[in-house]
């Protein structure tokens, strides 16, 4: 995942761009107050690379945006990581014809 491989080069803006435009406008802002205040250390960035990558999945449907399926824009994927003590999930949506990372709200089935 290229968003990894951003975060561990410490890359913060190509970082940025591996998310959809609202999730990468609310992660940029809270970037910058949480550098600014000091809560941020040296390294955060090249944490968020640790995360290991268990399963990826495709979705077509409730998640799809609009019934949107595989390779166009608004369809979903669901990654699985873990990154060694918890596990999650990371939520991929289409954009303009890439995967890109999406942090918004999801309605659970």
């Known amino acids: ?19 959809e435009p609202e999730s990468r406008a609310r992660l940029a802002a809270f970037w910058t107050v ?11 960035l090249r944490h968020l690379a640790s995360l290991q990558i268990e399963e990826a ?3 077509t449907s409730p998640g799809a945006i609009n019934g949107a399926e595989g390779g166009e824009d608004g369809a979903v994927a669901v990654v699985h ?13 289409r954009v303009a ?5 999406d ?6 089935d």
């Open 34 to 44: 949480s550098d600014r205040y000091g809560y941020l250390g040296p390294d955060a």
């Open 81 to 93: 990581v873990f990154d060694g003590v918890k596990s999650g999930e990371i939520l991929l949506v």
């Open 57 to 59: 999945r495709e979705e």
């Open 103 to 108: 942090l918004r709200p999801r309605e659970k």
């Open 1 to 19: 995942m290229e968003a990894v491989e951003l975060a561990q080069a410490g890359r913060l803006e190509p970082f940025l761009d591996r998310f």
């Open 97 to 101: 014809g890439e995967w890109k990372i």
